[in-house]
Nanobody, 119 residues
């Protein structure tokens, strides 16, 4: 089992910044990638950004140039730096860990953290 604990959400004005953190613990070996997803009211959950164990990153087109995913391996923590926030970025943000082992593939999720962009 992998436990994910998110932090850093909140209320911010348009154009502002926030940094989300996701700390992983438990059986963190064989985690292939970690990422951030978000879900706005009435919408499906969507990928925001992902980073692999090899350090490759992918960002959704809607956040490219504004959001940056990074990680600190020593702390088993992934970050999402969000700049130039827009009202449409308002959503619950979820951390994900994608684990691949010879016998199984597992996806783990954090509890979610609310990000609200409003004046």
């Amino acid at each position: 089992q992998v436990q994910l604990v998110e932090s850093g959400g909140g209320l911010v004005q348009p154009g502002g910044s926030l940094r989300l953190s996701c700390a992983a613990s438990g059986s963190i070996g064989s985690i292939y990638s970690m990422g951030w997803y978000r879900q706005a009211p009435g919408k499906q959950r969507e990928l925001v950004a992902v980073i692999t164990s090899g350090g490759s990153t992918k960002h959704a087109d809607s956040v490219k140039g504004r959001f940056t995913i990074s990680r600190d391996n020593a702390k088993s923590t992934v970050y999402l730096q969000m700049n130039s926030l827009k009202p449409e970025d308002t959503a619950v943000y979820y951390c994900n860990a994608h684990q691949i082992s010879p016998a199984t593939i597992n996806d783990y999720w954090g509890q979610g953290t609310q990000v609200t962009v409003s004046s």
